[in-house]
């Protein structure tokens, strides 16, 4: 049976977005197909529903901001702040987040496919449940999030770190991990621990995970 590490394994920290100290603010309709975004700063719209595609958001920061329903395809924020914001039943294909921070926010039911988490941290916020397959997650941290029944599964790790995140019921089947630690994290009943091999496990956790592999594995205690 694989087997998971129980301490150590350095994980190295997302850089932090480099933001234009002065920014301009945003109208309603700036965010669209096709749209390349400098310097703005948004502040309380509604994207709700919509239909975005190649669209490009960098130095930019969305606070507020109500993106629920919508559909983003191949579109990438870089180097921006997110906070308290509604990716709720959102359906992002091929989206990549870099150099960002995503803080206070709801991803309720959205659904993140085959993009990329670069040097990403994501503070405070609910995904219960998120879908993210077949993601490439790379020097992103996880901090003080509910990701229970979160999908990983078919996911890339690599420099990923979980901190106090509530893991229960996740699903991490046919993940690929290069290296990950969770840090003082609930995994109860989490999927697809046997492909965690090479994680590192550090608090109460490393026994809740154990159960898990010992379950996949077939084994039945009395």
């Avoid at 480099?18 to 310097?39: F, H, M, Q, W």
């Avoid at 703005?40 to 529903?49: P, R």
């Avoid at 914001?85 to 995503?102: G, N």
């Avoid at 941290?141 to 996740?170: P, W, Y």
Wanted: net charge negative; proline share 3%.
């Amino acid at each position: 049976m694989p087997q998971i590490a129980r301490q150590g394994g350095k994980i190295k920290a997302p850089e932090r977005p480099r933001i234009p100290s002065v920014l301009r603010p945003a109208g309603e309709s700036e965010l669209e197909d096709d749209a390349i975004l400098k310097g703005l700063s948004f502040d309380g719209q509604t994207f709700v529903g919509r239909e975005i595609e190649a669209a490009e958001a960098e130095g930019c920061k969305f606070a507020n901001v109500r993106f629920t329903g919508t559909n983003l395809r191949q579109t990438q924020f870089s180097d921006s702040e997110l906070v308290t914001c509604d990716f709720s039943q959102v359906t992002a294909a091929d989206v990549s987040l870099l150099r960002s921070t995503v803080t206070g926010s709801r991803l309720t039911g959205s659904s993140w496919k085959s993009g990329t988490f670069r040097d990403v941290t994501f503070s405070g916020c609910v995904a219960t449940p998120g879908m993210f397959r077949h993601m490439k997650i790379y020097a992103t941290v996880f901090e003080d999030c509910r990701l229970s029944g979160a999908d990983f599964q078919f996911t890339e790790f690599h420099n990923v770190k979980f901190i106090n995140c509530d893991m229960t019921g996740a699903q991490f089947g046919n993940a690929k991990v290069g290296s990950m630690r969770f840090e003082n994290c609930t995994l109860l009943d989490v999927g697809g621990a046997a492909y965690l091999k090479g994680t590192t496990v550090a608090g109460p956790g490393s026994m809740e995970l154990a159960l898990s592999l010992a379950r996949e594995a077939g084994l039945a205690f009395e």
